[in-house]
């Protein structure tokens, strides 16, 4: 149950206390002193990939790492930010952009189901510094997460049109992460034209539906690199303080810090 009143800070340290340390000492991925097992997370990884057979708890840990990251980078405590990064890493290490049995999957929720891993991958490897293999990840997740003109008539007479908003604002994300700065602005436009259809979503959810907030990040920075000016370059700054993002639920707050977090890693001179 979310804690009223809580600072984030302080959720996260009660988060990282209560939920993340004990599944971390149970599944034995730190020892009695709350070292990583570097070794043995390996071991066990290659293990699985051997077999094909990837334990629950291990997967566990791998898709929530870029949260755990994201917590102590919060804190930080960068050391242990960094490590965990490295974990996240090992949300996607294929050399291919789908099951390799697989032919592109036409359906765009399996496709997104593929960008959010590579996503999550891409980030952690530009987080450790691993750039290249970032890049071809987020290229890999901008191209899953292209909404087809038949899927967006499909979406429009269903009246799903947050199903081509947040999709399209998560191709934006990646699309400013691989600085293709005039497509990240058509994306992020389009966008929010969809999100505007989707008012009453706005109405009932929109306080705390992150990705309503997250947009307007993507929006004044792709507007800014893609036609810089003073008063453009003014607003990205606005946008990307986090005492602007006005999600109040802590654990919605948590998970959008990961996107924050890469494009200020990314935008040094916006935060000075």
Same mark, same amino acid.
């Given at each position: 149950?979310?804690e009223?009143? =809580?600072?984030?800070h302080e959720?996260?340290?009660?988060w990282?206390? /209560?939920?993340?340390?004990?599944?971390l000492?149970?599944?034995?991925?730190?020892?009695?002193s709350g070292?990583?097992?570097?070794?043995s997370?390996?071991?066990? &990884?290659?293990g699985?990939?051997?077999?094909?057979c990837? *334990?629950?708890?291990?997967?566990?840990?791998?898709?929530? %790492? *870029?949260?755990?990251?994201?917590?102590? $980078?919060?804190l930080?405590?960068?050391k242990?930010?960094?490590?965990?990064?490295w =974990? @996240?890493?090992y949300n996607? =290490?294929?050399?291919?952009?789908?099951?390799?049995?697989d032919n592109l999957? /036409?359906?765009i929720?399996?496709?997104s189901?593929? !960008?959010?891993r590579q996503l999550?991958?891409?980030?952690?490897?530009?987080?450790? @510094?691993?750039?290249?293999? !970032? /890049?071809?990840?987020f290229?890999w997740?901008?191209?899953?997460l292209? =909404?087809?003109d038949?899927?967006?008539?499909? &979406?429009?007479?269903?009246?799903s049109?947050?199903m081509?908003?947040?999709?399209?604002?998560?191709?934006?994300?990646?699309?400013?992460?691989?600085?293709?700065?005039? $497509?990240?602005l058509?994306a992020?436009? $389009?966008?929010?034209?969809?999100?505007r259809?989707? %008012?009453?979503?706005?109405?009932?959810? @929109? %306080?705390?539906?992150?990705p309503?907030?997250?947009l307007?990040?993507?929006l004044a920075? !792709?507007?800014?690199?893609?036609h *810089?000016?003073?008063?453009?370059?003014?607003?990205?700054? /606005?946008?990307?303080?986090?005492?602007?993002?006005r999600?109040r639920?802590?654990?919605?707050?948590?998970?959008?810090?990961?996107?924050i977090?890469?494009?200020?890693?990314?935008?040094?001179?916006?935060l000075r």
């Amino acid at each position: 149950m979310e804690e009223r009143g =809580v600072p984030l800070h302080e959720h996260l340290l009660i988060w990282l206390e /209560k939920d993340i340390t004990p599944f971390l000492h149970k599944n034995g991925f730190i020892d009695p002193s709350g070292n990583f097992k570097t070794v043995s997370f390996k071991e066990q &990884f290659d293990g699985a990939i051997r077999t094909k057979c990837m *334990p629950t708890e291990l997967d566990s840990l791998i898709s929530i %790492a *870029p949260s755990i990251a994201t917590a102590y $980078e919060y804190l930080d405590n960068m050391k242990l930010a960094m490590h965990y990064f490295w =974990v @996240g890493t090992y949300n996607w =290490v294929h050399e291919w952009s789908t099951s390799p049995t697989d032919n592109l999957p /036409k359906n765009i929720h399996v496709r997104s189901s593929y !960008a959010t891993r590579q996503l999550d991958a891409a980030i952690c490897n530009d987080r450790i @510094g691993n750039h290249g293999r !970032a /890049k071809q990840l987020f290229e890999w997740a901008a191209c899953h997460l292209t =909404v087809t003109d038949d899927e967006k008539d499909q &979406f429009l007479k269903e009246g799903s049109y947050n199903m081509v908003w947040e999709y399209t604002t998560d191709r934006a994300f990646c699309l400013l992460c691989l600085e293709r700065w005039e $497509e990240a602005l058509a994306a992020a436009e $389009e966008a929010e034209r969809w999100m505007r259809m989707d %008012a009453e979503r706005k109405e009932k959810f @929109g %306080a705390q539906y992150t990705p309503f907030h997250l947009l307007p990040v993507y929006l004044a920075l !792709a507007r800014y690199k893609a036609h *810089p000016s003073l008063e453009r370059e003014k607003e990205a700054r /606005k946008r990307m303080m986090l005492s602007e993002f006005r999600v109040r639920v802590n654990h919605l707050r948590h998970g959008a810090l990961i996107y924050i977090f890469e494009l200020c890693s990314r935008n040094p001179d916006l935060l000075r």
